[in-house]
Every structure is written in structure tokens, then in C-alpha cells.
């Protein structure tokens, strides 16, 4: 069964710290891997995308790191700050499924002053 | 451009009343999704079309909900009679080109069956 697992649920840390969002798959065969950020009260928005030939691809100070053998993803977050606060989601998309995308339930962050 | 706009932002409603909810997607896509987010199950794929035609419905839960798409910019939602259990978040994203491609949500309307 197609599957994605984030870990942890939930995250508090303090302003200008660096945290790191685990993300494991079982989804076959992959297409591509997506993290969204979806703040209180607002639809989800896309931050990265990685195919099966990528591993690492970043946006400002979020990193996301893909490993297609362990299917595992990690988005590091750098030098924090109060509006990263939000639900981070990772998604996986199957190829040849028309674009049908399987999310996980995502991480709760809060970062704190 | 305004992004993928959906109204209304938040409906409350009676059980067994009949719900509407529309999207409007970013101009030049043509794929359109409807999804639903509730704390327990997270998001959830509903339909998605694409070029106006109806791909996946099999994340409709049932005969009571119903979507179409009548033309390129407008898509429709529509659950009738509706429960409390249908009670969500519900977003329409939409997409230019394939699986690739980057997926833009709109804020959601917030459905509150009573």
C-alpha cells in the first residue's frame, strides 16, 4: 500500500534554531517527492520538488534531502524564525497514476521567541 | 495573477441541506483538484480533472457528493444531502502540465454541518 510517514508530529523550537522534518515512503514506483508549507487557515504551498535523480534541493533556508534507495526525505530548516510556524507536509507521486499524489499528515512547528 | 480562488471561505449549514462550493483555477491550467482535510485523515483526493474531464473520482465518498467542470475556469463541489461528518476543510488546487509539475491550492472553504 502506498504510504508516506512523517516524523515527528509535532516540533517546538526557539527562534533562530535549526530543526530538521523526517519523511519516509513506500509509494512504487516514484515520481517525484514534494514538501509543502500550509499555514493556519490557508491552503498548502509547494517549497520543493525532487525527482528519483535528485537529492538535495534547496529554497532560501529550507533544504530538502531525498534518498530514493531508503525511500527517506528530510527538510532542515535554517536559523528559524516565528513565521515558519505552520504544518509541513510531504507528498509522493506515483508514476504513471495521472499525477495522484499520496501526503502524509504532517509536522507541526512551532517556533517560539 | 490571483491564484486558485475558492468560495465561499467558510459555510455552516443544516444537516441534510444541500452544499455548493466553487473553484476558480489559475488561468491556462488544466488540471484541476478537489481535495478534503479533516485533522483525522489529513488530505484527502476527492476528484481531479483534467481538460475538463472527470480522471479520478474515486476519492468521492459517496453518491451524496458530486463535482463538475463546465468549462476551463470554473469547477463546482457539490454535496447533497450533506452530513456532519462532511464537516472540512475542503481545497481546490489546480496544475499546468504533468505529474511533475508544481500543484497551487486555493485557501479552502472551511464546511461546518450542523
Known amino acids: 500500500k502506498n504510504q508516506v510517514e512523517q516524523s515527528p508530529q509535532s516540533l517546538i523550537i526557539l527562534e533562530g534554531k535549526n530543526c530538521t522534518l523526517q519523511c519516509n515512503y513506500t509509494v512504487s514506483p516514484f515520481s517525484n517527492l514534494r514538501w509543502y508549507k500550509q499555514d493556519t487557515g490557508r491552503g498548502p504551498v509547494s517549497l520543493t520538488i525532487m525527482t528519483f535523480s535528485e537529492n538535495t534541493k534547496s529554497n532560501g533556508r529550507y533544504t530538502a534531502t531525498l534518498d530514493a534507495d531508503t525511500k527517506q526525505s528530510s527538510l532542515h530548516i535554517t536559523a528559524s524564525q516565528l513565521s515558519d510556524s505552520a504544518s509541513y507536509i510531504c507528498v509522493v507521486s506515483a508514476r504513471n497514476q495521472g499525477g495522484k499524489l499520496i501526503f502524509g499528515q504532517g509536522t507541526e512547528l512551532s517556533v517560539k521567541p | 495573477d490571483a491564484g486558485v480562488i475558492q468560495s465561499p471561505r467558510h459555510e455552516v449549514t443544516e444537516m441534510g441541506q444541500e452544499v455548493t462550493l466553487r473553484c476558480k483555477p489559475i488561468s491556462g491550467h488544466n488540471s484541476l483538484f478537489w481535495y478534503r482535510q479533516t485533522m483525522m485523515r489529513g488530505l484527502e483526493l476527492l476528484i481531479y480533472?483534467?481538460?475538463?474531464?472527470?480522471?479520478?473520482d474515486s476519492g468521492m465518498p459517496e453518491d451524496r457528493f458530486s463535482a463538475k467542470m463546465p468549462n476551463a475556469s470554473f469547477s463546482t463541489l457539490k454535496i447533497q444531502p450533506s452530513e456532519p461528518r462532511d464537516s472540512a476543510v475542503y481545497f481546490c488546487a489546480s496544475r499546468l502540465g504533468q505529474e511533475a509539475e508544481k500543484l497551487f491550492f486555493g485557501s479552502g472553504t472551511q464546511l461546518s454541518v450542523l
Open positions: 480533472f483534467n481538460n475538463n474531464v472527470p480522471i479520478d
